[in-house]
């Protein structure tokens, strides 16, 4: 069992930035691969980014690349997501989630075992 709880999330102006962390806690962090989602009002829970579980491979939803970057510290259990140039289309609850290594595609949710209860981002325009 992992247990996962996010941070960061908040009110910010179009252009800002924000980082949020996720704390893990229970069976070994360094086995899995992190991944944050989010879903902004009445759409779908969509992939943003994951990292495998070395932190060697990074994948990022295509409206993300060079904003946003995440990263992990497997030593704190904690990965994190740097976000840039934040946009109002950004703003959404974001999760963080993961999964084995082993276990299908990092884009996709179906495969991610374990999620937190997610963050709010708004990002004004």
């Known amino acids: 069992q992992v247990q996962l709880v996010e941070s960061g999330g908040g009110l910010v102006q179009a252009g800002g930035s924000l980082r949020l962390s996720c704390a893990a806690s229970?069976?070994?962090?360094?086995?899995?691969?992190m991944g944050w989602f989010r879903q902004a009002p009445g759409k779908e829970r969509e992939f943003v980014a994951a990292?495998?579980?070395?932190?060697?491979?990074?994948y990022y939803a295509d409206f993300v690349k060079g904003r946003f970057t995440i990263s992990r510290d497997n030593g704190k259990n904690t990965v994190t997501l740097r976000m840039a140039s934040l946009k109002p289309e950004d703003t959404a609850v974001y999760y963080c989630?993961?999964?084995?290594?082993?276990?299908?595609?990092?884009?996709?949710?179906?495969?991610?075992?374990?999620w937190g209860q997610g963050t709010q981002v708004t990002v004004s325009s």
């Open positions: 990292i495998s579980w070395s932190g060697g491979m990074t």
């Open positions: 989630a993961a999964k084995a290594s082993y276990s299908g595609s990092s884009y996709s949710e179906k495969y991610y075992d374990y």
């Open positions: 229970g069976r070994i962090f360094s086995s899995y691969v």
